[in-house]
């Protein structure tokens, strides 16, 4: 399974976009790269997954260039409530487990 | 929306009891999962079910742990005999299928206190 490795701690102010790169260098060819949040005391939540180029949903960007080796989580606009620390995953196909790094601390101000 | 449940939110134990965690997944899932996560640390995957059998388990899920479905909706984790270093918060998840995308709805999580 590719390692992921992304910053442990990232500051922002409220309004701002939030970019957060994620490095998967050993990423295969049958995986998806998928982020999740969690807040303190909840369990992880989906954010955003994508295989290629760019994914956007109504919370999030994913841009993944054409090595794959690496990602881009963008967050527009963040909040006090986007407070949370963000994991990137690398995912091979459905029913199997996720493994969770350390993830990156966001921490928003205002 | 549909949400994965679980109780009791917070359970306080003796060393060397027995605990059932318990959860409830979202109906049409087929994909179980249990993961931990102690204090500070990361989640961390215990283990996986489908077609009511285990499907993988980690080297965390040893012979104290086990797992059942024992209805059509509840989905427990049994830890036989309690020691400290249980204590963690359990997350129970479910998935809908086995395609590519593999989004995993959480719950809210056990705090197991073991004392």
């Known amino acids: 399974l590719a390692k992921t490795t992304q910053p442990i701690s990232m500051d922002s102010y409220e309004g701002q976009e939030v970019n957060i790169t994620c490095s998967h260098n050993n990423i295969a060819t049958n995986d998806y790269i998928t982020w999740y949040q969690q807040f303190p005391s909840q369990g992880p939540r989906f954010i955003i997954q994508g295989y290629k180029t760019k994914v956007t949903n109504e919370v999030a960007s994913l841009f993944i260039p054409a090595d794959r080796k690496s990602s881009t989580l963008s967050l527009p606009r963040v909040s006090l409530s986007d407070t949370a620390v963000y994991y990137c995953l690398v995912v091979t196909g459905g029913g199997n487990k996720l493994t969770f790094g350390t993830g990156t601390q966001l921490k928003v101000e205002l | 929306e549909p949400e994965v449940t679980q109780t009791p939110s917070h359970q306080v134990t003796q060393m060397g009891q027995e605990v059932i965690l318990r959860c409830v997944p979202i109906?049409?899932?087929?994909?179980f999962y249990w993961y931990r996560q102690i204090l500070g640390q990361k989640v961390e995957f215990l283990v996986s079910?489908?077609?009511?059998?285990?499907?993988?388990k980690s080297e965390i899920f040893d012979d104290q742990f086990s797992v059942e479905r024992p209805d059509g909706s509840n989905f427990t984790l049994k830890i036989r005999s309690t020691k400290l270093e249980d204590s963690a918060m359990y997350f129970c998840?479910?998935?809908?299928?086995?395609?590519?995308?593999?989004?995993?709805?959480f719950g809210p999580g056990t705090r197991l206190t073991v004392l």
């Open positions: 109906s049409n899932h087929l994909y």
């Open positions: 998840a479910s998935s809908e299928s086995a395609s590519f995308y593999n989004e995993q709805f």
């Open positions: 079910f489908y077609n009511n059998e285990i499907s993988e």
